[in-house]
């Protein structure tokens, strides 16, 4: 069974940057593309970006430009670098594939951006 552990959140300020890390328990990154996933209060989860197995990237328009998403087949392990973070970026963030599987969803990490 795979698993997917989210780390890295946390409270910055507006204009703060974090780097999250998703770690799978076992390598699915070689034939699977990864997506970042997010989930404000009262919202939908969206998807705020994806990499495919070759590398290919793919945003969300409010957060392009700020968000890079990176992997590492070798460390079974998808990052989200987040750069200027603003109010609005606040949820829990998750990992899985693209597209989501029901039973790959995990904890999350918490991402607050407050003064």
């Known amino acids: 069974q795979v698993q997917l552990a989210e780390s890295g959140g946390g409270l910055v300020q507006p204009g703060g940057s974090l780097r999250l890390s998703c770690e799978a328990s076992r390598s699915i990154f070689s034939i699977n593309a990864m997506g970042w996933y997010r989930q404000a209060p009262g919202k939908q989860r969206e998807r705020v970006a994806s990499i495919s197995s070759a590398g290919y990237t793919n945003y969300a328009d409010s957060v392009k430009g700020r968000f890079t998403i990176s992997r590492d087949n070798a460390k079974n392990t998808v990052y989200l670098q987040m750069n200027s973070l603003k109010p609005e970026d606040t949820a829990v963030y998750y990992c899985?594939?693209?597209?989501?599987?029901?039973?790959?969803w995990g904890q999350g990490t918490q991402v607050t951006i407050s003064s």
């Open positions: 899985n594939r693209v597209p989501p599987l029901d039973n790959l």
